[in-house]
């Protein structure tokens, strides 16, 4: 397959650039696999599409306010440095903008002092390591001074940081948002436990090569970037469980979905275990775990957009984008949701 069998046209007014007040009063697109029938509801309708015994399995990660300013020492400079991640003790891989203000050697000041950092490192590929000084506690700091790296097609001002977490969310260490969990609120959760439906959770730390564009024609050619998981004791056992009882496995995002694949391809089956993930879900792979997926609508052209291909079928996929395009849903990181099924 070509990378531009994955294209769709997308009228930009459609890319959503807030999120919907309540959570769960965003759209939800289902579509049927197996029969490619699509039904329009809205979120908080989810729970008539589960049934007692399913799980649904959550990625609690939370976003760093990843994205912070610092003034250079010499010049006074502003430079926007964004953590990609943490490489040992108060060193973080960094990315600069613009870059040829921050060579090695360089000194910044972030939040006026509240935290210090100098460029000990030019990598490669242009990212730097920055060792950062600081009072007290790092995250702490990074709380006061940071701000959301939201996605360069979100051009809007977030005024609530809490709206680009889920409400769920617990591990620090994304740098970009689980979105497919942003529509759960803490109500609707009781709710769906309420009915005899499971929630079990894993952990992946999203990279910001989430966003990264396919730039080869062969898909199959595409290096996926690598993110850390964990899947702790009571989900694997909830998943086997759940197998072995005939009941389903839904996967909230193509994160919890890249992590169970991960690792049931890795192991042959699901363990408690952590590690790295560079895994690429394209179609003709063979789903080993997943029996539904809810996940929001991804870019044209994407990674993410191949993998629920993958899940659904192409044609099915495709015609949904097209189908939810005719019918004006809100698109990507703030946008209505889909339920694969």
Not at 89 to 105: F, H, I, V
Not at 196 to 225: E, Q, S
Not at 244 to 249: D, M, Q
Not at 333 to 340: L, P, R
């Amino acid at each position: 397959m070509k990378t531009c069998d994955f294209y769709y046209d997308l009228p930009k007014e459609l890319i959503a650039q807030t999120p919907i007040e309540p959570r769960d009063s965003s759209r939800l697109l289902v579509l049927g696999k197996e029969s490619g029938n699509i039904e329009h509801k809205h979120f908080f309708d989810i729970i008539d599409y589960l049934n007692p015994g399913d799980l649904l399995v959550c990625n609690d990660s939370r976003v760093l306010p990843a994205r912070i300013y610092g003034i250079k020492d010499e010049t006074g400079a502003r430079v926007e440095f964004l953590l990609l991640k943490q490489v040992s003790g108060n060193k973080w891989e960094t990315l600069c903008k613009p870059g040829k203000k921050a060579r090695e050697g360089a000194k910044f000041s972030f939040g006026e002092g509240i935290m210090t950092g100098t460029v000990v490192e030019v990598k490669d590929d242009g990212n730097r390591i920055v060792d950062f000084e600081f009072e007290n506690n790092f995250f702490a700091a990074l709380d006061r001074i940071g701000q959301m790296p939201l996605p360069p097609y979100i051009t809007e001002e977030l005024k609530d940081k809490e709206r680009y977490q889920t409400v769920y969310s617990h591990e620090l260490g994304s740098a970009a948002a689980p979105t497919a969990g942003l529509h759960f609120t803490n109500e609707l959760m009781e709710k769906i436990k309420a009915k005899g439906v499971n929630i079990a959770y894993v952990t992946l730390h999203v990279g910001l090569g989430t966003f990264r564009p396919v730039k080869v024609d062969d898909v199959t050619k595409h290096k996926m970037h690598s993110e850390h998981y964990e899947i702790p004791e009571e989900t694997a056992k909830l998943i086997n469980e759940t197998k072995k009882n005939g009941k389903r496995v839904i996967a909230v995002g193509t994160t919890s979905c890249r992590t169970l694949e991960s690792v049931a391809s890795f192991y042959g089956e699901i363990k408690p275990c952590d590690g790295f993930t560079d895994i690429f879900i394209y179609p003709g792979y063979k789903f080993k775990v997943l029996d539904g997926l809810i996940t929001n609508f991804h870019l044209p052209e994407s990674t993410l957009i191949m993998l629920v291909s993958a899940f659904a079928g192409y044609d099915n996929i495709m015609n949904a984008y097209k189908v939810a395009v005719e019918e004006k849903y809100r698109f990507f990181s703030f946008g209505d949701a889909m339920f694969i099924s």
